[in-house]
């Protein structure tokens, strides 16, 4: 549909298939690769909300950058689990973030995802931020999990699993992905592990990161 700021995004689609498990790399910074241009999708007793992955940050094993540099915790277990499980943690006292484990059952490590294009449910995600520019709905991962209405209650869920929130895939290719250092961090800063669609409005960050 066109979005309130004229944007082209889908008012509705076709059902995506479910993004199974054997189709994700056992590679941390693989897998933040191989998330671009995947759906993610939030079932709600309003409805369905659907988003397409256009950005993601890799935080890879023994990265001190990520929340699994020190061990394992009650926190981060999450982490921990075999890939394709959310670790979803609040971010300052007021953001949730939505990260995907990405390794092996034991070895911690995850993607953050970024930004999505909203496709699917997009009054729905206008109603659960409060904004009507469809731009600003799911760009920063804040946001993103604003708009689906992602918390703490979802952590360690398996989403390679139809149910509250999985991951989907419907065959679309991103061919034109940038690669960046990552956004917002203090460790392990030159590291360039951020995955963005280039040609993409919807990503998060400074222009210059996005070129």
Not at 79 to 105: C, P, Q
Not at 118 to 128: C, F, T
Request: aromatic share 4%.
């Amino acid at each position: 549909m066109g979005g309130a700021d004229g944007l082209n995004t889908a008012a509705s689609m076709t059902g995506p298939r479910l993004l199974t498990r054997a189709a994700l790399p056992v590679d941390t910074a693989a897998l933040a690769r191989c998330l671009i241009g995947k759906l993610l999708v939030r079932a709600l007793p309003e409805g369905v909300a659907t988003g397409r992955i256009v950005e993601t940050e890799a935080y890879v094993v023994g990265d001190a950058a990520g929340h699994a540099y020190r061990g394992e915790t009650p926190r981060n277990r999450s982490l921990f689990l075999e890939r394709g499980h959310a670790y979803v943690y609040v971010a300052y006292g007021r953001s949730d973030m939505l990260n995907v484990s990405s390794e092996e059952a034991g070895v911690g490590a995850g993607v953050l995802i970024r930004a999505l294009e909203p496709l699917e449910g997009v009054p729905l995600m206008q109603s659960n931020r409060g904004v009507e520019r469809v731009r600003e709905l799911t760009r920063g991962p804040g946001r993103l999990c604003a708009a689906l209405r992602i918390d703490r209650r979802l952590d360690g869920i398996d989403l390679c699993r139809e149910g509250s929130l999985w991951l989907g895939d419907d065959a679309h290719a991103s061919d034109d992905i940038g690669e960046s250092v990552r956004i917002g961090i203090s460790k392990d800063v030159d590291r360039a592990l951020r995955f963005y669609v280039r040609s993409s409005p919807f990503v998060s960050g400074p222009t210059s990161l996005n070129r």
